[in-house]
């Protein structure tokens, strides 16, 4: 039976309470906040600055700087009602404090919306004197960011409108977060021997790895099903999100949503199509693959509930918790003591992860926090390898927030989506690395050779066909073509049978595998999964072979933040990825693991082999 969060015991949960003691504390800090100002106006010392910023850079600086302070306590403030709330979903206490911190985020949104603007009103010469200025020193690639987006700024007036739209706009996400991590049930479903397994989105990643081929399949067709129930609110919620991203996009003049997701950030468009042409390219490797499958697992037919099972039932490497984090800790010894000090605290002594699924709790895994807290990271940890690899996954973005944190200011202290998959696949790589060193027995190496080879194609191919679809649908909507259900369950599974290739039965229940995917709702995310682990390999490889310099670069680019454009930074590292290498890379990279397995395979059937 899964728990209710109640009953958690408390070793198992992230220290909340490094925030705010507990929920009354944060109330009486979010009350004392959010009364500092009566209505209409929050926050009216950020008002005064209004209409000043052209009399010198010492006005910006003080308005900078108010404002950060003010965003910094909301920082705080939702770090702890998130975390909260995605404890128990369901916790009515906990959703009105997150509804509430969200309400008055958007009040700073919108009352902060002139800044802008009003900067970029200011003429040329201004501009460029205020960037030489001294007093702006610590703020000038902050005010470089902005002037880059200035044929992209609307008047004051319409930027407020925008803030103002903004809470309505995040209405197809939230409702989808809560459909899928709170209100649906999925039931039980029956293995080969008739017993009844509960399903829920945590064991059904057990179930579609479990060698129990029945059970798979159930799981398979009864989560999906779950979904088809729903279809046509589940697509005018994804049409809903991919709406906001027009609006946002056309009203701030771009030519396509993927242009107003990567400009700001300096990643031109030919970096997306980049990568899904060179995956395309060489797809022929991920067929290999799966016809591999097919052979090794004595299957007349390949079905999608196949693809992701161990190749050999000999062993199923499980560990429990405390195990895994030993492991991570020790998978980190190329990247330094102070690297792997930092991390044995956060993990051993500080609290950063809540460990385990409890009843209402948001599925999946991430790692959160705010420049005053430590990294938290939410797990829902079921003893399997690949939630070793996910702890890894996890705690890669936590050090890197870790390192930025300490190492640069509260406003370059955040570092970029592009960014932020590079530390977390390098630290999965390390982990890869560390086992296979222990490794000696070939059963076992064939188990963790699957491993990488999966990480890979869930990591670099999954992710890209994520990302062309992502892509297709917000074409199409930008070209005024409905989305309707059949007509993305047709799409998405001409995607399927492309990827897979003709080793796999594409069953008809993944054509709705797209309405249960939370990142199509993050407007251009999950590109950068792939182009993460892309980089995340070369620059591995460079650290663990590579000079101590090698690994001192690597600790720079983590201390970086936004301090630079995310392709400058990477390229700081020594990974270009305005260049098709690292993705080519990659794709060898899986190429050359699939052949040493083959090799091994040829000389041991891990179906029959007994440990």
Same mark, same amino acid.
């Not at 989560?223 to 999100?241: A, I, V």
């Given at each position: ?44 010392? @950020? ?106 700024? @609307? ?136 016809? @591999? ?319």
């Amino acid at each position: 039976m899964i728990k209710t969060r109640e009953e958690v015991p408390v070793e198992d949960r992230w220290n909340v309470e490094a925030l705010y003691p507990n929920q009354e504390e944060w109330e009486k800090a979010f009350q004392s906040f959010a009364s500092q100002a009566q209505q209409p106006l929050k926050w009216p010392a @950020l008002q005064a600055f209004q209409g000043t910023l052209h009399e010198s850079p010492e006005k910006v600086k003080l308005a900078l700087e108010l404002m950060m302070s003010i965003d910094r306590e909301l920082s705080k403030l939702y770090t702890y009602a998130h975390l909260r709330h995605d404890e128990d979903i369901a916790n009515p206490v906990f959703k009105k404090s997150y509804e509430q911190i969200l309400a008055l985020a958007h009040a700073f949104a919108q009352e902060t919306a002139w800044f802008q603007p009003e900067i970029l009103k200011l003429p040329d010469e201004t501009l460029e004197s205020y960037l030489a200025s001294p007093y702006l020193t610590a703020y000038r690639f902050y005010l470089e960011r902005i002037i880059r987006v200035k044929k992209h700024t @609307l008047s004051p007036e319409n930027e407020k409108l925008l803030a103002l739209a903004g809470q309505a706009l995040q209405t197809s996400y939230k409702t989808f977060s809560s459909l899928n991590d709170a209100d649906f049930k999925f039931g039980s479903v029956l293995n080969s021997e008739g017993e009844e397994k509960p399903l829920s989105h945590a064991t059904y990643s057990l179930y579609i790895r479990d060698q129990d081929r029945q059970l798979r399949k159930n799981a398979f067709e009864n989560y999906h099903k779950h979904y088809s129930d729903f279809e046509n609110t589940l697509c005018e919620l994804l049409t809903g999100q991919v709406q906001n991203h027009i609006f946002q996009a056309r009203a701030r003049h771009y030519s396509s949503c993927l242009e107003a997701a990567l400009f700001p950030k300096n990643i031109n468009t030919a970096v997306y199509h980049a990568l899904i042409q060179a995956v395309n390219e060489q797809i022929s490797v991920l067929h290999r693959y799966m016809q @591999l499958r097919k052979r090794i697992l004595k299957l007349d037919e390949l079905h999608l509930y196949d693809v992701y099972v161990p190749l050999t039932s000999a062993i199923d490497i499980r560990l429990p918790y405390q195990e895994a984090e030993d492991l991570v800790i020790e998978s980190v010894v190329p990247l330094g003591e102070e690297y792997q000090s930092f991390l044995r605290q956060g993990l051993k002594d500080h609290r950063w992860v809540d460990r385990y699924e409890n009843r209402n709790k948001r599925s999946g895994a991430y790692s959160s926090g705010c420049y005053d807290s430590m990294p938290y990271i939410l797990m829902n940890y079921k003893d399997l390898l690949r939630d070793v690899f996910t702890l890894a996954h996890e705690a890669g973005h936590s050090m890197h927030s870790l390192y930025s944190r300490r190492s640069q200011p509260y406003h370059y202290s955040d570092y970029p989506i592009f960014l932020a998959e590079v530390a977390s696949t390098f630290n999965e790589d390390l982990l890869i690395r560390l086992l296979m060193q222990k490794c000696t027995d070939p059963i076992e190496k064939i188990f963790l050779l699957n491993q990488k080879i999966e990480d890979i194609r869930g990591t670099l191919f999954r992710q890209t066909m994520f990302a062309e679809f992502e892509l297709f649908v917000h074409q199409q909507s930008e070209e005024n073509v409905p989305l309707t259900p059949q007509f993305l369950k047709q799409a998405y599974r001409e995607l399927n049978r492309k990827y897979f290739g003709p080793s796999v039965v594409i069953d008809q229940e993944i054509d709705i595998e797209w309405a249960r995917i939370p990142h199509f709702y993050y407007n251009f995310y999950v590109f950068q999964y792939a182009t993460g682990i892309s980089a995340a390999l070369a620059l591995s490889e460079k650290v663990v072979s590579g000079k101590e310099e090698d690994r001192d670069a690597y600790l720079n680019f983590l201390k970086g933040g936004s301090s630079q454009y995310p392709i400058d930074m990477l390229k700081k590292a020594g990974i270009d990825m305005e260049s098709p290498e690292p993705v080519k890379s990659a794709i060898r990279k899986f190429d050359e693991l699939l052949g040493e397995l083959e090799q091994l395979l040829d000389q041991v059937d891990p179906i029959s082999a007994k440990k």
